[in-house]
């Protein structure tokens, strides 16, 4: 379907009605009014690197969007705005494409306020999503460098087997997690998992100006990794898990426990290291070099 | 060059502090502290349509970021910050565009706060600005939607020739001049020229629920404009003019001319009608529906 930017942008537009004091799409910018401090990220997915060419065009659409909302999670950020970037080649469907990524946006209560449509060789959609701290947190955001020597790493949920599975395509942001995470104090820093936990997690504890120990026989293992494989390796390598990676004070470590109401559970993974650094325990409960990688979205 | 996302990232950091009291690139998100309504565009160009791929790499980064900040001049706003989503082929050289999109950006005194770099087939760069009313203005944002029947269309500059004479990778967003605009309440609408002022003087007034009326004669022709073409239709369908379109009390016009303070002529191109329709005046100054067509990025 050949990609018609007038036609879609009224689409749009009447799907996407923008909320009360806001100016949405059709304007030369959208326009609302921030409540406080406001955080943005911009995630882009293309074509033969984030799916393949034979895709179904809605879940692309929402992939797209819970990419980026992922990153509102990974701040503990209420969802405020979203504009979608879509670079769209004529075989693909920007309709279903522009559906599916509305009606992700739409279960997170995001307002589609812009976007901008141009043809391309190759399909990537990009979206910017943009959200403030909830007032339950006192409008706090996490961030990845608040970590601190001796805090846990956590993750939520299970990890591993995302694109083998196909399940990398409907990944399922902690938006409620991440703002639940920022109500409480001893949950020094966040972050979500893209690449990884074995390329995530040093990110993490470098911001933090920390190292950090990670602990591969603690960490879940999704359902979909294959027995046959070396599970360890993919729930640390395999990426696009969108689960969150949490530092939080030790002593704290059963409070959380304790008070966490998702059905996600909660690992201990690791912990940060006064010295910089990555490494790993072995199966013989020695420190050794982190030498696992995480996943790469290759330049062709 | 390949995409190396963790190099490019470093040197972006690097040359890209955050402003006091901001968390730019290499976190989840990046965060600021808004001051007051807040206007924000997503502006994507994409190899084959914006750009042929053999264009200079820095000035395909210097025009993703002039023509997004095209838009903010748009609404009279001051830029905040920008984030930019690259997606990049191992061909094209993505440290040299960045370093056009980051020059451009600085000469605007816009920090960039953030981005997202993929491998992709054919080259897109998608800039995401956002910037607020300026203080001396009350922090008045300029709409599409303010024009009122008998409103004179006034442009700045001069149009046409964009394409032909490579002045498009160039563009000059108009910044100060929206700023200047926003400051007057005579002013009611304004927008900025990317598709022609045959297609988008028709979207301003239709916004405005207003008709309009163009004076092809009237329309300020560029230099770059070769004197054997068709001189009016180049003016008004050409495009990527990144020039102002505004909304004027008419009684105003005398004022506005007088207290102008830009290089960049002024000239009245038309009215707003209170009846929905677009509409010319031809050289024998009859009344004709408008048939002119702007440019459209066409999808191949």
């Known amino acids: 379907m050949p990609l018609d930017e007038a036609s879609l942008i009224r689409a749009l537009t009447a799907a996407h009605p923008a909320p009360p004091g806001t100016l949405g799409i059709g304007d030369d910018c959208c326009v609302w009014t921030p409540k406080g401090p406001t955080c943005l990220s911009v995630d882009a997915i293309a074509e033969g690197r984030h799916f393949t060419a034979d895709a179904d065009p809605r879940l692309v659409g929402r992939k797209a969007a819970a990419a980026a909302l992922s990153d509102l999670a990974a701040m503990g950020a209420v969802p405020v705005g979203a504009a979608v970037s879509l670079s769209c080649p004529g075989r693909w469907d920007a309709a279903a494409i522009m559906a599916g990524l509305s009606a992700e946006l739409a279960r997170h209560a995001c307002p589609l306020l812009g976007g901008d449509t141009t043809g391309a060789d190759s399909l990537v959609v990009s979206v910017t999503v943009w ?4 007032p339950a947190a006192q409008g706090r955001l996490l961030r990845r460098d608040g970590g601190k020597p001796g805090d ?9 087997g995302s694109l083998r599975s196909g399940r990398h395509l409907t990944p399922e942001p902690r938006l409620a ?12 820093a966040l972050m979500d998992l893209s690449d990884g936990l ?36 993919s729930a640390m390598c395999d990426g696009e898990d969108y689960e ?17 109401p998702f059905d996600e559970p909660l690992s201990v993974i690791g912990w940060l290291l006064p010295e910089a650094g990555a490494w790993m325990e072995d199966r013989q409960q020695r420190r050794v070099p982190l030498v696992m990688r995480g996943y790469e979205h290759r330049d062709g």
Do not use: M, N, Y
């Open 131 to 134: 959200g403030e701290g909830d």
């Open 152 to 160: 846990l790493l956590v993750v939520s949920g299970t990890l591993g």
């Open 177 to 188: 997690e991440g703002r639940w995470l920022a109500r409480h104090g001893f949950v020094h």
């Open 198 to 233: 074995a390329a995530d997690a040093p990110k993490l504890a470098e911001a933090s100006g920390c190292g950090c120990l990670l602990l591969p026989e603690q960490v879940p293992v999704h359902d979909d990794v294959p027995q046959i494989s070396d599970t360890v390796t």
């Open 244 to 260: 969150l990676l949490v530092a939080v004070e030790a002593s704290q470590w059963p409070t959380l426990q304790l008070a966490w």
